[in-house]
């Protein structure tokens, strides 16, 4: 049974940095892109990043590209999230996802997404 489990949320002040990880245990996750949605209060879940399965094609959401970085370890099996100069607008629950097709990559809609962790929340003050 696939399980991810996301960590490294909490509550920093704008201009602050934070690294997301996410632990993935009963999938083959060289095989697999990976990616992180967030979903802020009273809105809908919306894309982050994304990375394919071997690390040679990310993705990013306007709103966060030049501060956040995505990348992976397939030694561990986990996927993180680099985030810089946060702003108070990236407040959110952030969630892990994994592809539910071998080597295919994923986001921004979340149509190709096959597992979800159980979120993170960050928090930001201004």
């Known amino acids: 049974q696939e399980r991810l489990v996301e960590s490294g949320g909490g509550l920093v002040q704008a201009g602050d940095s934070l690294r997301l990880s996410c632990a993935t245990s009963g999938l083959s996750f060289r095989l697999y892109a990976m990616g992180w949605w967030r979903q802020a209060p009273g809105k809908q879940r919306e894309f982050v990043s994304s990375i394919n399965w071997d690390a040679s094609s990310t993705r990013y959401a306007d709103s966060v590209k030049g501060r956040f970085t995505v990348s992976r370890d397939n030694a561990k099996s986990t996927v993180y999230l680099q985030m810089n100069s946060l702003r108070p607008e990236d407040t959110a629950v952030y969630y892990c996802?994994?592809?539910?097709?071998?080597?295919?990559?994923?986001?921004?809609?979340?149509?190709?997404?096959?597992?979800w962790g159980q979120g993170t929340l960050v928090t930001v003050s201004s």
């Open positions: 996802a994994v592809g539910k097709t071998i080597a295919t990559m994923i986001g921004p809609d979340a149509g190709g997404v096959g597992s």
